[in-house]
């Protein structure tokens, strides 16, 4: 049983352009949240996200960052116009039921870096 | 706003000691308290607290939470250098939001 996936585990990005981060969570899993963790930072929630829905959606900023868990396919973390600032790493976490943050598995992140 | 603070930031000790991670919080509303080891990058699960007092073991690895003082620690004994990792404390809420609140961690290094 594959653990959380997410790819790409590096991403390069020129200022400007955008980024999108993708989960797959664990199979069977169909709730996933988004944490950020920036360098000497803790992890920042971002969104918690069921299939199809957006549950939670207060550590979000209000620009430029979306999300989504499609009915197929995996979770996707989209930064657009990405800036100097946005560099962090961005990790996904899955659980099986809905208010069970506390039984959360997480995946390896994506470090993004903005040049 | 929901805070957890973790102490020290970062610790080196030698092979076999023992080492005590601090974890204190100001939440609304506290459910649960969670312990994970970062080693490389994906955090991984170590203990969950719920009730004051009662110590939650696992090999040489033991916390235990107060609710009283808002706080937990987090023992190792024996120390070994594949205890080299970010050791994070995050609290759980009841009610509205599904976030956990996490500390900035705890940076433990062995040297053998």
């Known amino acids: 049983n594959a653990g959380v996936m997410q790819n790409p585990r590096h991403l390069v990005r020129r200022r400007g352009q955008e980024a999108r981060l993708r989960c797959s969570p664990m199979?069977?899993?169909?709730?996933v949240y988004w944490y950020r963790q920036l360098p000497e930072e803790g992890l920042k929630f971002m969104v918690y996200?069921?299939?199809?829905?957006?549950?939670?959606e207060s550590g979000m900023p209000k620009e430029r960052f979306s999300a989504e868990f499609p009915k197929e396919g995996p979770s996707i973390l989209r930064i657009q116009q990405v800036v100097r600032g946005d560099s962090a790493a961005y990790f996904c976490?899955?659980?099986?039921?809905?208010?069970?943050?506390?039984?959360?598995?997480f995946g390896s992140g994506t470090q993004l870096s903005v040049l | 706003e929901d805070k957890v603070v973790q102490s020290p930031l970062s610790l080196v000790v030698h092979e076999g000691d023992t080492v005590t991670l601090n974890c204190s919080y100001e939440?609304?509303?506290?459910?649960?308290l969670l312990w994970y080891k970062q080693e490389k990058k994906a955090p991984t699960f170590l203990f969950m607290l719920?009730?004051?007092?009662i110590e939650k073991k696992s090999g040489r690895l033991s916390s235990i939470l107060d609710k009283k003082e808002l706080s937990s620690i987090l023992n190792i004994t024996a120390t070994q250098t594949g205890d080299s990792a970010i050791y994070l404390c995050a609290v759980s809420t009841q009610g509205g939001s599904e976030k956990l609140v996490f500390g900035k961690g705890t940076k433990l290094t062995v040297n053998p």
């Open positions: 996200l069921q299939k199809e829905n957006i549950i939670d």
């Open positions: 976490a899955s659980s099986p039921l809905r208010g069970n943050n506390e039984k959360l598995f």
């Open positions: 939440v609304t509303n506290f459910r649960s």
């Open positions: 719920t009730s004051s007092g």
């Open positions: 199979k069977g899993h169909s709730h």
